[in-house]
């Protein structure tokens, strides 16, 4: 199946810092790309879809300068996170979906632990 | 998409089918019904979707009663690897729709 790649798989930086994750779609194309946030025990939010060569749309409540996305090619979006704080400590996962095999099946990355300390 | 109630957690015994139960009656006849695990720390795993008829893949079966108001996923042959939590969407069938909106799921444990 359709193959959805994330780097780092975990990664820990200093307060003010920013912190870059990567979603690579490995042997297909994606147009667009979606960012979720998991909080321990708790479900996966979605933050905001990304749009290769366009701008991110997020959902309510996420701010677009802290979590800078972008999608510069069809096969890899990025999530900055930007000044992190403690409290941004979290999982992050992106989804894609293959449109090439025609079907309608969305498959997930392996995700990313961001710790802040 | 349409709102999916699971129950919050069951246990199943090692070699016994897992039946994983969801409500989501106020889907509409656009909407596909989507199955996904998450092994903990672990990104989603595709299981299988269904749109009317009954579906089976290596993974499992996915029984959509016929007023469509509720599916359950059947897991054959449980083993502990199947532990996990099992999350229920529906999904339009239009492709621009990729959008997937997560409940709170069914932690399926399975008992040695």
């Known amino acids: 199946g359709a193959v959805v790649s994330q780097h780092p798989s975990w990664v820990i930086c200093k307060s003010g810092t920013s912190v870059k994750i990567e979603c690579r779609s490995l042997d297909f194309q994606a147009t667009t790309m979606f960012w979720y946030r998991q909080f321990p025990k708790q479900s996966l939010m979605l933050m905001a879809t990304s749009n290769e060569g366009s701008k991110a749309t997020y959902e309510q409540g996420v701010e677009k300068d802290k979590f800078l996305i972008n999608h510069a090619s069809l096969t890899l979006s990025t999530l900055t996170v930007t000044s992190a704080h403690p409290e941004d400590s979290s999982f992050y996962i992106c989804?894609?979906?293959?449109?090439?095999?025609?079907?309608?099946?969305?498959?997930f990355g392996e995700g990313s632990w961001l710790t802040v300390v | 998409d349409a709102k999916t109630t699971q129950p919050t957690s069951m246990d199943c015994a090692e070699g016994r089918a897992a039946n994983l139960p969801c409500n989501h009656s106020?889907?509409?006849?656009?909407?596909?019904v989507y199955w996904y695990r998450q092994i903990h720390s672990q990104g989603p795993q595709y299981i299988i979707h269904?749109?009317?008829n009954n579906e089976t893949n290596e993974m499992a079966s996915l029984i959509i009663t016929e007023d469509r108001k509720s599916s359950t996923l059947i897991l054959p042959h449980a083993t502990l690897r199947d532990t996990a939590v099992y999350y229920c969407i529906g999904r339009p069938t239009n492709f621009g729709n990729e959008k997937l909106t997560f409940g709170t799921g069914t932690r399926l444990t399975i008992i040695p």
């Open positions: 269904g749109l009317k």
């Open positions: 106020t889907i509409s006849g656009n909407e596909y």
């Open positions: 989804s894609a979906r293959d449109r090439q095999l025609g079907g309608n099946t969305i498959y």
